[in-house]
């Protein structure tokens, strides 16, 4: 099982650019997540699917929108890129059976807007 | 105030020492707790859950104070692998079960 993948690992942009993060689990799981991780920020909440068919905002969802495409994939867009969007992307997804809320992560993107 | 507050460090302990992170969390709604570790330009992975009876795994020992609204983590005789930045999670209830990081304290042990 290769768990949770992102492409692309790398990315800079020039203002104004849009692009697409793609996400993908292969655990069955049925919520999937968006953050961003900026130094001395920690990890905060973009943009969560509790599951397939629906998406919710989460702590800094401005100028991200989402697409939950089916189970196994969950992708963020940014429409117009700002030099503010620079940052460390994770995608997590979790399981909502049970008591579980591991949340496991893909390896993330490192996106650079100029 | 930030929802989750650690400590960020950095700490730089020697082998063989016993380091302790401490984090509050300010949501008394939060219902359970864990620890991540981030290696270097990695992702987050699970270290371990909290409760409130305590627990430990190995070298590890997490405690939880629900009244002082505090979480703690004890790492005994610290190897060089253990190098890594921990983060504290709360996580409050709901189907998406929502996790809240602190933003992380940076541990180098040295040789």
């Given at each position: 099982?290769?768990?949770?993948?992102?492409?692309?690992?790398?990315?800079?942009?020039?203002?104004?650019?849009?692009?697409?993060?793609?996400?993908?689990?292969?655990?069955?799981?049925?919520?999937?997540?968006?953050?961003?991780?900026?130094?001395?920020?920690?990890?905060?909440l973009i943009y969560y699917s509790?599951?397939?068919?629906?998406?919710?905002?989460?702590?800094?969802?401005?100028?991200?929108?989402?697409?939950?495409?089916?189970?196994?994939?969950?992708?963020?867009?940014?429409?117009?890129?700002?030099?503010?969007?620079?940052?460390?992307?994770?995608?997590?997804?979790?399981?909502?059976?049970?008591?579980?809320?591991?949340?496991?992560?893909?390896?993330?993107?490192?996106?650079?807007?100029? | 105030?930030?929802?989750?507050?650690?400590?960020?460090?950095?700490?730089?302990?020697?082998?063989?020492?016993?380091?302790?992170?401490?984090?509050?969390?300010?949501n008394s709604a939060s219902q359970?707790?864990?620890?991540?570790?981030?290696?270097?330009?990695?992702?987050?992975?699970?270290?371990?859950?909290?409760?409130?009876?305590?627990?430990?795994?190995?070298?590890?020992?997490?405690?939880?104070?629900?009244?002082?609204?505090?979480?703690?983590?004890?790492?005994?005789?610290?190897?060089?692998?253990?190098?890594?930045?921990?983060?504290?999670?709360?996580?409050?209830?709901?189907?998406?079960?929502?996790?809240?990081?602190?933003?992380?304290?940076?541990?180098?042990?040295?040789?």
């Amino acid at each position: 099982n290769a768990g949770v993948t992102q492409t692309p690992k790398f990315q800079v942009l020039k203002t104004g650019q849009s692009m697409t993060l793609q996400c993908a689990q292969d655990m069955n799981h049925n919520s999937m997540y968006w953050y961003r991780q900026d130094p001395g920020m920690g990890l905060r909440l973009i943009y969560y699917s509790a599951s397939e068919g629906t998406t919710d905002k989460g702590e800094v969802p401005n100028g991200y929108n989402v697409s939950r495409l089916n189970k196994r994939e969950f992708s963020l867009r940014l429409e117009s890129a700002a030099p503010s969007q620079t940052s460390v992307y994770f995608c997590a997804s979790s399981t909502t059976s049970g008591t579980s809320t591991e949340q496991f992560f893909g390896p993330g993107t490192r996106l650079t807007v100029l | 105030r930030k929802e989750v507050e650690q400590d960020p460090g950095p700490f730089n302990v020697p082998e063989g020492a016993t380091v302790a992170f401490n984090c509050t969390y300010s949501n008394s709604a939060s219902q359970s707790f864990f620890w991540y570790r981030q290696d270097c330009r990695k992702e987050p992975k699970l270290l371990m859950s909290v409760y409130s009876s305590g627990n430990e795994d190995g070298r590890f020992t997490a405690q939880l104070n629900r009244a002082s609204q505090y979480i703690s983590l004890l790492i005994r005789d610290s190897k060089l692998s253990d190098s890594a930045t921990y983060l504290c999670v709360a996580v409050l209830s709901g189907s998406a079960r929502q996790l809240t990081f602190g933003s992380g304290t940076q541990l180098t042990v040295l040789p």
